[in-house]
């Protein structure tokens, strides 16, 4: 304890400044006429608030029409991609496309693929 230095006393309101600030500069805004300032700020902070939660549904809406879930026609494995894309089967390795949210060969009907090895190789 100092003996020489009178006692004072301070109020700390930490963290409540700004919003305290913010509440009077509102007050004598809309006493001094200008409210329409105060609810267009209020209308753009709630915009601003909610700008993540409306992006985020956009996205799930735009990944819903956008991304499809099908079977593979050759083995019947269930996978997703993306509408308009060409893929293999994560199972078989089949080639497949997506048109109007279902999975299609790239080959024909009844083709059979081999794969060809040169005899050459093993002389």
Avoid: H
């Avoid at 001094?32 to 985020?56: D, E, Q, R, T």
């Avoid at 293999?88 to 080639?95: D, H, L, Q, V």
């Amino acid at each position: 304890m100092r003996p020489n230095n009178p006692k004072t006393y301070s109020l700390a309101l930490s963290g409540w400044g700004f919003w305290i600030g913010a509440l009077a500069i509102g007050i004598v805004l809309s006493k001094i006429g200008l409210g329409w300032m105060v609810a267009a700020l209020l209308v753009l902070l709630v915009f601003l608030l909610s700008l993540p939660i409306l992006v985020l549904l956009g996205v799930r809406w735009w990944l819903r029409r956008t991304i499809a879930t099908d079977t593979c026609p050759i083995c019947n494995f269930q996978s997703e991609a993306i509408e308009g894309s060409r893929f293999s089967c994560p199972s078989c390795g089949e080639p497949l496309y997506v048109a109007d949210g279902q999975f299609f060969r790239q080959t024909a009907r009844g083709v059979v693929e081999v794969d060809y090895i040169d005899e050459g190789e093993f002389s």
